[in-house]
């Protein structure tokens, strides 16, 4: 989607909003200004939090290249296709290196956004995709989580918006119950007082 308009005003520029799951699942903080740019918030608009994907995001997303990889190495050990170890050796490293270093790309590019206003999503490596809509169209959320999501303790959340929007999801969050709660909460403030003002 298109980002929207916005004007320069903007509430504490320098607050550390910006989180990430560091070693032992502890939040690392980034300078707001490196994370929501000034001309993607409306006047008065507040970011509640930014979040980046669990580190987990990087090797399980690219769990099935790297199981690929492993297998080319291992088929050297064949007798038929071992005097092509060699080459299925470095063939391996490289499928695996490629896609992780891919999935670091991704991973640093990805941006989950907050606002008292709005859900927004931005990623993209090599063309920036951002997903945005407003808190008061959010007609559902939902929290998924795989078994390997489980396992490293991450989650997945959900929304489902009314009209053209469509759906989005903040993918392989960590502490994703806290963070749900935290955007319901947004989305009811949100809604009710959308609401108030035709009362």
Request: charged letters at 20%.
């Amino acid at each position: 989607m298109t980002p929207t308009a916005a004007g320069p005003d903007r509430a504490k520029q320098g607050d550390v909003v910006a989180q990430s799951e560091g070693h032992a699942g502890a939040h690392v903080a980034l300078p707001l200004d490196e994370v929501v740019p000034a001309a993607m918030l409306d006047g008065g608009e507040v970011v509640h939090f930014a979040l980046k994907p669990s580190p987990w995001f990087i090797p399980l997303v690219s769990l099935r290249w790297l199981v690929c990889g492993v297998l080319l190495a291992l088929s050297a050990r064949s007798d038929w296709l071992s005097q092509y170890a060699w080459y299925l050796h470095r063939a391996a490293f490289w499928v695996c290196a490629i896609r992780l270093a891919l999935a670091v790309l991704q991973w640093v590019s990805r941006q989950y956004v907050l606002t008292n206003r709005r859900f927004m999503r931005i990623r993209g490596v090599f063309r920036v995709e951002l997903f945005e809509c407003p808190l008061t169209r959010i007609q559902d959320t939902e929290l998924t989580l795989s078994p390997l999501e489980r396992l490293c303790r991450i989650g997945s959340i959900r929304v489902e918006t009314a009209g053209t929007d469509g759906a989005a999801a903040w993918r392989m969050v960590a502490r994703p119950l806290e963070v749900l709660d935290k955007l319901r909460k947004a989305i009811d403030r949100a809604q009710h007082r959308g609401s108030n003002e035709y009362l």
